[in-house]
Structures are given as C-alpha cells and as structure tokens.
C-alpha cells in the first residue's frame, strides 16, 4: 500500500506593489531609474556645493532698503497760502517757485519798519549833530543810538520774513508728499511738502558676524523687489561708525536686569554704479527693499 502524501501547501501569490516576504528576493531595480537616481544626487551635489562656495566668497541680506535725501519743506513765517506752484512727483530745479504765501501783511510790515527806521536815523544824525556843541546829553545820544539800531534790526527782520513769504526748492529733485492747498494757514515747522533729491543709494543692515570682511570698494549685486530680473552693480562706500541700536532714542542698557544677547546689524552704505542704472532712474527711489551680495572674498 502506497503511502499517503503529505498535503502541500497552496503557494499565494504576491500582491503587486507589497513588500518582499522574509526569504523572499527584491525585484532588481531597472537601468533606466539607477540613472535617474544618480543623475538626481549629482544635481544635489552639484547645488549644494555651488550654494557653499558662493557663501563662502559673498555676504547677503535682505535687510535692504534704498534710501536718499528726502528735503521736507515748512514755512518759517505764519500766513496763508496764495499759491501752490506744484503738484506731486513733478521734477523741480533748485529756486523754482514751490508756495507763495500771502504777501499783503510782509509788504505793510516792510513799508512800516523802512519809516521807522528813517526816522530813527535821522533823529539819531540830528542827536549826533547836537551833541558836538553840547546842547543834548551823552545819555539822549545814547537812547537815540539804540532807537536807531533797534529800528535797523526791525527792518531787516521784515525784509527776512518778506523773503520767508516766498518758498523755493532748495535742491533739483521730485515733489512728493504735498499736503497745502491755496487757501490753508500755515505756521512755522509744520512740513508742507517733500523734495527728493536724485542719486539714492542702498542702505544694508548686515548682521554682526557677517562684517567682519566687508570693507569700502568691495564689489556689490543688489536686486530690486519692484524691478524682478535685473540685476544691478554697486560698490560699497563706507560702513556705519556703530549699530543701529546706538542710534535709537531708547538705546538698550545691558547693565541692569536679565541680559538676553541679541545678534546687532550695522549700517553699510552701497553706491549704484552709474552705468548699472541706466534706464532705470526714475524707478530707484527711496524705500524699495534690496536684496544685497556683497564679493568678500
């Protein structure tokens, strides 16, 4: 009699897609993705050793901004306004007409302080005369000496606040800002309007540990966030003599309470090289955000 054989046990086949059962071999990987693969790491190789030289010879923030001489523009003199000769972002020249104020009371006051001050000379020449044969006093002469400068210093003020009715633009450069209208009163020290002089430059906030090889002359790549895809070149020019912190009006006192070090920026300022700019004059202006990679090495 034939002995019984032992029953097998069925096979399951494999799931596609599932992990290999212990004792089981792994598909082979195909040629096609072994050279995706390593075609992959080269790249990210090749990126990142790029990416660490180039941090290694440069010195980037984007703590950037452009910045220029920004002249506000007060009256000195209390009045109201005749004219208001321009209009925002319209270029002027150095002396053009900005605002006349009212002139009627400057001129009243001119007319009277140019009597007052005939007066007091003539009265002060006749003193003079009188006193040379004794018929006035040394102390008339004196009070008229003084009647005649005080009336000579009182003319002279209204001819300055004549002039103060008549405000120009003390630089070339762009109206910005305006806030007069014809009409308005204004008093002294309340700004009127702005003056933005031409050639702005960067203003770079580089971090403390980052300084330590920036020097003037040093090559600069600056981008501009308003005008993507351009690359512009400038130079630095000089560094700030101290952080920005020392600058505060609330500058930071470490000797008392708990003390929490945090890392400082200092102020380096960036030229635009002339011929970098060209065509784009009249979009660098002061406020934009700069992203700045200073060549150190």
Not at 112 to 128: F, H, L, P
Request: glycine share 8%.
């Amino acid at each position: 009699m034939n002995p019984e054989k032992a029953p097998q046990s069925p096979t399951s086949s494999p799931v596609p897609g599932a992990p290999a059962l212990p004792g089981e071999k792994s598909a082979p990987m195909s040629p096609k993705k072994k050279v995706l693969l390593i075609a992959l790491g080269v790249i990210c190789s090749i990126f990142v050793l790029k990416y660490g030289v180039y941090r290694f010879f440069h010195e980037t923030t984007d703590n950037a901004y452009i910045t220029g001489h920004v002249h506000y523009i007060a009256s000195q003199v209390s009045g109201v306004v005749q004219t208001v000769a321009v209009e925002n972002n319209t270029p002027v020249k150095a002396g053009d007409l900005l605002i006349q104020i009212d002139p009627a009371p400057f001129d009243a006051a001119l007319a009277d302080a140019v009597a007052k001050n005939e007066k007091a000379s003539g009265d002060y020449d006749r003193q003079q005369g009188l006193a040379n044969t004794r018929v006035v006093s040394v102390q008339d002469l004196a009070h008229a000496k003084d009647d005649a400068n005080s009336a000579a210093a009182q003319l002279r003020m209204a001819q300055i606040n004549r002039k103060y009715a008549t405000i120009v633009s003390p630089v070339d450069g762009i109206v910005g800002g305006r806030s007069v209208e014809a009409g308005n009163s204004v008093i002294p020290s309340i700004n009127l309007l702005a003056i933005v002089e031409g050639n702005p430059w960067v203003e770079a906030n580089f971090k403390e540990t980052q300084v330590a090889h920036i020097h003037k002359g040093q090559e600069v790549s600056l981008t501009v966030d308003a005008i993507p895809g351009h690359e512009f070149k400038g130079r630095v020019v000089s560094v700030a003599p101290a952080s920005g912190r020392q600058f505060a009006l609330l500058p930071a006192d470490n000797a008392t309470g708990n003390f929490t070090k945090i890392v400082q920026r200092l102020p380096v300022r960036i030229e635009f090289e002339k011929e970098s700019v060209k065509g784009c004059e009249d979009r660098i202006v002061p406020g934009l955000s700069v992203v700045a990679s200073i060549k150190v090495r």
